[in-house]
């Protein structure tokens, strides 16, 4: 039987979390690039069927190598996800102006290059919400992304712009996702339904309870080390608080003793009876945004879990699998970052899904 799935290209990969939603779909990956030598070797150990190369997209050699293996591999689908970090809320940029002298907010130009010689069959952009409020130069005036992939390819492509939010969709994490798809009239592409939000407390309630630097039996829960300061705040602060509203026990100056002044998301413990908020790649950190568990009450009085989550939480609460093995070569840190980094697989998974050949 003839093999009618398309084969796909993922851009800014980095080490394929996203394309773990592609699997049971219409679509197969077989060509990566990302920029970053050890995000690849870690993708070529999840990914180990697919082809990669590893360089700078904008550079003419790299994306010569890209069209003319994509074009050898008869790719006619695109995943592009270019960095976000330059339109992120909690990146450095607020204004337009910033976003715009920022390099990596123009790498779609750079996809868009790729899309023209390749002319594939369908392609889906992924990015922050944010991304699709960044006005571009066009024309002697400023325009959105929407815009400009409107003018470009209306007249080849059936063209989605949207916002999902990973939690609508079989994913325990609030994550909201800037979605462009872009579909020629060979293939029908919907929207998938709507689904009832799952808990944290629903996703990683039964896992063991673990304090600072303990580990489990089970596969990627292991707790992270923090300091006796950071831990003692948040014995004493209660699920889904923060530090900061501590009577005695807010992070203070070391030397000093006086309060810290702070953001009410940070030195905070997520909430067991909503969905995550969205995993930032600084999900190590205490002293970050909403990374610690949500702990329990105990019975002193203090809360149990005093740390960040551990990878297999991050995991769960991200629709990877939890059990996945991670390379030898590949830190906690480096881990983390990636994570906090990815689009969740299950959200890919489900929009990829809709697509389908009449």
Known sequence: MKNTNLRGLSLFSSAGIAEFGFRNTLVDIVLANELIKKRIDVHKFWHPKSETICGDITKKEVKYEIIKLAKQKKVDFILATPPCQGVSLIGKNKTNDEMLNDPRNFLIFDVFEIIDVLNPKAILIENVKRFLKLKFPYNGDFVDIEFLIRQKYSNKYNIDVNVFNSRDYGVPQNRERAIIRLWNNTLTWNNPNIEMPITVKKAIGHLPSLEAGEKSSLNNHQARNHTQ???????????????????????????????????????????????????????????????????????????????????????????????????DFASDIQIRHMIGEAVPPKLINKIISELKLK
């Open 229 to 327: 300061q950071h831990i003692l705040y948040m014995k004493n602060t209660p699920t889904g608080k923060s530090a900061f509203q501590n009577p005695v026990f807010f992070p203070k100056n070391e030397f000093t003793g006086e309060r810290l002044k702070g953001y009410a998301a940070t030195y905070k413990r997520i909430d067991w009876d909503k969905p995550a908020p969205t995993i930032t790649m600084r999900n190590d950190c205490i002293s970050s945004q909403s990374n610690v568990h949500p702990g329990r009450l105990l019975k002193d009085g203090t809360y149990s879990d005093a740390r960040v989550l551990t990878i297999r939480e991050l995991f769960i609460l991200s629709s990877i699998n939890p059990d996945l093995k991670i390379p």
